[in-house]
T-cell receptor, first 113, second 116 residues
Framework: GNSVTQMEGPVTLSEEAFLTINCTYT??????LFWYVQYPGEGLQLLLK?????DKGSNKGFEATYRKETTSFHLEKGSVQVSDSAVYFC????????????FGTGTSLTVIP | NAGVTQTPKFQVLKTGQSMTLQCAQD?????MSWYRQDPGMGLRLIHY???????DQGEVPNGYNVSRSTTEDFPLRLLSAAPSQTSVYFC???????????????FGPGTRLLVL
């Protein structure tokens, strides 16, 4: 079946530190991969995505590369800011399940000044 | 476009009461879904719908009913509220035919439910 496993949190970093949040997936066929971000008290919003192998999604300084050989989609940012404090969800959508979305459990990030 | 809207934002219920969480979208999306979010458990799919008149169960459907009489609306009904249903509920919609740049799932702001 389809599933997403992401790095356990919480993660606490100092401002300007490098961020990596690991995400691996299991899927039949060729899923699309997503990172969503949830700021305190809000709903989820799309951060970036990649729809085929070797694609790189990027937005607001965050990047993730679709690696089919390792079934991974790790989220990275070179220099985090306090405003990046949020919960990050990795997700996939798969054609074989009518584009139903599958989410990881979320990783909480706190950036301290 | 308002996107996905949810009402109410916050609700307190007593055990055994019933209520309906409202969800509406104005993007003409065929696919709509309800999730609950609990600490340490991420998002769990309750029910989903691939179009008007069609609904199906997700991972945690017990205690919830849905209907989809129009493309725009997808209400979630709690039949007899229990403390275990205390959670944050999110409605989402997407266009299942979208590929590439248009492929994503849009979320509402959430409803916080407390069952005493």
């Amino acid at each position: 079946g389809n599933s997403v496993t992401q790095m356990e949190g919480p993660v606490t970093l100092s401002e300007e530190a490098f961020l990596t949040i690991n995400c691996t997936y299991t899927a039949t066929g060729y899923p699309s991969l997503f990172w969503y971000v949830q700021y305190p008290g809000e709903g989820l919003q799309l951060l970036l995505k990649a729809t085929k192998a070797d694609d790189k999604g990027s937005n607001k300084g965050f990047e993730a590369t679709y690696r089919k050989e390792t079934t991974s989609f790790h989220l990275e940012k070179g220099s985090v800011q306090v405003s990046d404090s949020a919960v990050y969800f990795c997700a996939l959508s798969a054609l074989n399940t009518g584009n139903q979305f599958y989410f990881g459990t979320g990783t909480s990030l706190t950036v301290i000044p | 476009n308002a996107g996905v809207t949810q009402t109410p934002k916050f609700q307190v219920l007593k055990t055994g009461q019933s209520m309906t969480l409202q969800c509406a979208q104005d993007m003409n999306h065929e696919y709509m879904s309800w999730y609950r979010q609990d600490p340490g458990m991420g998002l769990r799919l309750i029910h989903y719908s691939v179009g008007a008149g069609i609904t199906d169960q997700g991972e945690v459907p017990n205690g919830y009913n849905v209907s989809r009489s129009t493309t725009e609306d997808f209400p979630l009904r709690l039949l007899s509220a229990a403390p275990s249903q205390t959670s944050v509920y999110f409605c989402a919609s997407s266009d299942p035919s979208a590929r590439g740049a248009k492929e994503t799932q849009y979320f509402g702001p959430g409803t916080r439910l407390l069952v005493l």
